[in-house]
């Protein structure tokens, strides 16, 4: 299984700034995912972060709202743009295992933000 | 739009009951169902099923897919304390793009 790291693990924002979350994961991974859980929610994907090209972003996510950037195979950051207190949620990033060409992802540990 | 719903969406019992969590899904091209815990905010994983009755187990806990019925359970027996969680199901479909769609969620409240 892959293990994944995530900072900041929170942070509280003003609003109108902008936040950037990193995740590390500790083996080389061709698909990684940002997910938003909003309070009392499931999880709903952001985007598949694409190494060398850019985020495929699910209906109602935008780029210039949700800029990700995917460097190389271990490492992400997806950063959440001119913050309003809707935004508040918590963040997670996955990696899939990718073990016998099916999809185990794995999760980071979360970003929880709150905007004031 | 796929979709996956999950049931109940909490259950409360006691320490020692046997619970049985359901999920049923409405996805194109099917590929995998997975079960995942969540007690405080990442998601860790539990079972991932791909082919119908065959029943994966680990300690206490242990899942079974259904793809005629479109549906999979999650059983846990002889609960404890620490089973207390949100057990959230998602399905991977269209092959190769490895997406989830996530259920809300079962929150299980264990009482001692």
């Known amino acids: 299984s892959a293990v994944i790291s995530q900072k900041p693990s929170r942070d509280i924002c003003q609003r109108g700034t902008s936040l950037t979350i990193q995740c590390q994961v500790d083996?080389?991974?061709?698909?990684m995912f940002w997910y938003r859980q909003q309070p009392g929610q499931s999880l709903t994907l952001i985007a598949t972060a694409n190494q060398g090209s850019e985020a495929t972003y699910e209906s109602g996510f935008v780029i210039d709202k949700f800029p990700i950037s995917r460097p190389n195979l271990t490492f992400s950051t997806l950063t959440v743009s001119n913050m309003s207190p809707e935004d508040s949620s918590i963040y997670l990033c996955?990696?899939?295992?990718?073990?016998?060409?099916?999809?185990?992802?794995?999760f980071g540990p979360g970003t929880r933000l709150t905007v004031l | 739009e796929d979709k996956v719903v999950q049931s109940p969406l909490s259950l409360v019992v006691h320490e020692g009951d046997t619970v049985t969590l359901n999920c049923s899904y409405e996805?194109?091209?099917?590929?995998?169902l997975l079960w995942y815990k969540q007690e405080k905010k990442a998601p860790t994983f539990l079972f991932m099923l791909t082919s119908s009755g065959i029943e994966k187990k680990s300690g206490r806990l242990s899942s079974i897919l259904d793809k005629k019925e479109l549906s999979s359970i999650l059983n846990i027996t002889a609960t404890q304390t620490g089973d207390s969680a949100i057990y959230l199901c998602a399905v991977e479909s269209n092959f190769g793009n490895e997406k989830l769609t996530f259920g809300t969620g079962t929150r299980l409240t264990i009482i001692p």
């Open positions: 996805v194109t091209n099917f590929r995998s």
């Open positions: 083996s080389q991974v061709t698909m």
């Open positions: 996955s990696a899939g295992g990718g073990r016998g060409g099916y999809n185990e992802q794995f």
